[in-house]
């Protein structure tokens, strides 16, 4: 027997949603500012949004600067001599290792988190809060505090380097895919599973068929956000590989701390800021298409 | 009956075999790291010599007091910049306009940018021969020492940035929709803004910006890179002391950062365990 769903068509949908206009839509006139509020308002959202945007402006005035002196407002001589210097650092090796770290520790921690929220969102834990206590822990954790004692007890367990900030990036991006996976599940309807079973589905074509296409969007989320860990990663990658394994953050550390490289440091810190949004537009793109997501 | 009886055991028991793969390596991490972390600072496992029960590397490690005081001021300052800035970057985002839109995803944009990165970036904009003296045209000279300085002020303000953003995202993600059906309720029975402001927004919002709060006061504690890339080298924050002594030639010097970190722990779970009992406040008064 076979199970085969019907597609909706969501651009049909979505236009119906926004023509209608509901009581608690974004926009209504009641709430919209006028006169000196709305002045204000808009004077508060420049002065954040410049607040936010600030920090980015130096990685790319650098990120092109082959010559520029002090006196000078902006960059005297564009061109590309700052993602020369970056290469010749190690950046390109640098960046794959950070993206290989970034996707295994994502691949990992994001099938446990969703397994561990399953389990924790039904309620049929032994000890569940004392579970959930621990699965949070990492967040509010030194992690140096960790690491410290982690470093002696992975040598002496002969762990090789690279596991050991597996594990431990594993351990910190639980907290994370858990809890976001959690929200998801408890707004997750059982029902979809179990009309599928009730028509004769076997549990894994269940499995893969309807549930995992139903939380798709937020296994997306929680992979991102584990993806995030790896990638910002600097200590747990310092402290627990040794020097075996050098990732981007490790290089512009190293480069950040001494003198006269800033367009150096400035490309390798955009090749970091780059890749995770790009992600981020991604899943901003999926959470328009998910089909549980009502409002 | 006996299926009947053993069905609910059984789905515990599978229960427990989900929540497992996830509880093993937090367990090694947390309960193994902290637990080696105590046990060193104690003086139970010194790299040279007989293990000893001492508690002697807290008294014995010179200027903890003034590193303690100094990491828990960053903390305090950038916390609270971050969670003013973020509740009225979550209430820009939640008016949903343009302007809104546009914070929104500069905001999320942020929180995406490693600390390491972000620490880089202040360094570039706010030393004396940064991008901002460039952009003013003013002299090393002249400039205020914001990077390395006394008043710490590039670690707080990359800090309070980051987090910031982070707080903004939280409220958002907890309460957008909520929020704004509230809102316009009071609208319809005459709440002024700043009324709505007061009573409708900041007490629905209180809640996650305290956990949100709390979590960046705990991130900005433990935190390691920002510190030592932008921070003075005297007196230094704790997690850039324990680092130090912990790479550091001498061997007596491992139980004494081992001690540090303990210190920073129990830093952490008084303020972690202050910000749970005032939640459970604000949910027993709403």
Same mark, same amino acid.
């Given at each position: 027997m076979t199970v085969t769903t019907t597609s909706v068509d969501l651009d049909t949908a979505r236009s119906n949603q926004q023509q209608r206009r509901m009581p608690g839509d974004h926009g209504r006139p009641l709430t919209q500012s006028r006169g000196l509020a709305r002045a204000l308002r808009i004077l508060s959202t420049a002065l954040i949004a410049l607040w936010f945007a600030l920090p980015f402006l130096p990685l790319v005035l650098w990120s092109f600067a082959d010559q520029w002196m002090h006196? #000078? #407002?902006?960059?005297?001589e564009t061109g590309t001599d700052g993602l020369t210097a970056a290469i010749a650092n190690g950046g390109g090796r640098a960046f794959l290792h950070s993206l290989a770290l970034s996707l295994v520790v994502a691949a990992i921690a994001t099938p446990l988190g969703a397994m561990a929220a399953r389990a924790l969102s039904r309620g049929q834990v032994r000890f569940g809060k004392a579970i959930t206590v621990l699965l949070f822990s990492p967040v509010m954790l030194p992690p140096f505090a960790a690491v410290l004692g982690l470093n002696v007890l992975l040598l002496r367990a002969w762990v090789p380097p690279v596991v050991g900030v597996v594990l431990v990036l594993v351990a910190v991006a639980i907290p994370y895919t858990t809890f976001s996976m959690r929200a998801a599940y408890a707004a997750y309807d059982d029902g979809f599973d179990e009309a599928a079973r009730t028509l004769g589905a076997s549990s894994r074509l269940t499995l893969w068929r309807i549930h995992l296409p139903l939380i798709a969007p937020a296994l997306a989320r929680s992979a991102f956000l584990a993806f995030l860990v790896g990638w910002s990663d600097y200590l747990i990658t310092l402290v627990v590989g040794g020097g075996h394994l050098v990732t981007l953050p490790l290089i512009i550390a190293s480069s950040a701390s001494g003198v006269g490289n800033e367009s150096s440091v400035a490309v390798l810190s955009l090749s970091a800021v780059i890749p995770p949004l790009i992600l981020l537009g991604l899943i901003a793109r999926s959470r328009n298409l998910d089909p549980g997501r009502q409002r | 009956m006996t299926a009947m009886l053993s069905r609910p055991r059984r789905r515990g028991v599978r229960a427990t075999l989900l929540v497992l793969p996830a509880v093993i390596p937090v367990a090694i991490v947390v309960i193994g790291g902290i637990g080696t972390t105590v046990v060193q600072s104690l003086g139970l496992? *010194?790299?040279?010599g007989t293990p000893a029960l001492s508690v002697k590397t807290f008294e014995g490690t010179d200027d903890l007091l003034s590193s303690a005081l100094l990491s828990l001021g960053i903390a305090v300052v950038s916390t609270a910049i971050a969670a003013v800035v973020g509740f009225f970057t979550a209430v820009l985002i939640i008016s949903g306009n343009w302007g809104g839109r546009i914070v929104g995803a500069l905001s999320a944009a942020a929180v995406t940018v490693p600390h390491l990165v972000g620490a880089a970036s202040v360094g570039l904009l706010l030393s004396d021969s940064g991008v901002l003296a460039r952009i003013f045209g003013i002299p090393p000279e002249s400039? *205020? @020492?914001?990077? @390395?300085? *006394? &008043?710490?002020f590039a670690v707080i303000a990359e800090y309070a940035w980051k987090e910031s953003a982070f707080i903004a995202l939280i409220i958002v993600g907890t309460l957008a929709t909520r929020i704004t059906s509230y809102d316009e309720t009071a609208a319809v029975l005459g709440a002024h803004r700043g009324a709505r402001l007061r009573f409708v927004v900041l007490p629905l919002a209180a809640p996650s910006l305290l956990v949100a709060s709390t979590i960046a006061f705990a991130y900005t504690l433990g935190s390691y890179e920002v510190a030592w890339l932008l921070?003075?080298?005297?007196?230094?924050p704790l997690s850039v002391m324990a680092l130090r002594l912990f790479n550091s @030639?001498?061997? &007596?010097a491992r139980p004494e950062a081992a001690a540090v970190a303990v210190i920073t722990l129990l830093l952490t779970a008084a303020v972690v365990v202050l910000a749970m009992l005032g939640l459970r406040r604000m949910r027993a008064w709403q």
């Open positions: 006196p #000078a #407002a902006f960059p005297m | 496992m *010194p790299l040279v400039w *205020p @020492a914001l990077v @390395a300085g *006394p &008043t710490w921070g003075k080298t005297y007196p230094e @030639a001498s061997l &007596t």
